[in-house]
């Protein structure tokens, strides 16, 4: 299968909205630790973010949640946003690229609602603070 300009910029843009994700999902945890008094490290697990999503009231499906975030190496043709990212940062194969491009708008669609879960929750607060 051919691997062209194309297809790097989709898979500079799916790589770029999972960092997203991911940036978004950490500041959430940091919040929940922050408002239960801990000073611990903010650790990317799936349970962590389940449990910031759930007492910051995101109005946000675990499923999606379980969608992008499942750790470890996941199957091939199967993996989630993370596993692919994580894939083919680390070992940069080209059928971790061409599976991005065919999940694109499948991934794409679910790491947008959860982005835009979180915005939306985080604007109404502060519209309700001030």
């Known amino acids: 299968t051919t691997y062209d300009l194309t297809h790097h910029r989709g898979v500079a843009a799916y790589v770029a909205m999972y960092i997203n994700c991911e940036v978004a999902a950490q500041a959430l945890i940091k919040q929940h ?8 490290p903010v650790r990317l697990y799936l349970p962590n973010i389940l449990k910031a999503v759930t007492a910051l009231k995101i109005p946000i499906s675990q499923s999606v949640i379980f969608e992008i975030f499942p750790g470890g190496e996941g199957l ?3 993996k989630s946003p993370r596993q692919l990212r994580n894939a083919y940062v680390h070992r940069k194969h080209p059928m971790d690229a061409l599976e991005m491009l065919k999940h694109y708008d499948a991934h794409t669609k679910v790491m947008t609602a959860f982005l835009t879960s979180i915005k939306q929750t985080m604007v109404s607060s502060k519209k309700s603070q001030g």
């Not at 630790?33 to 611990?40: A, F, I, L, N, S």
């Open 76 to 78: 091939r043709h199967h």
């Open 33 to 40: 630790k922050k408002q239960r008094g801990k000073k611990v």
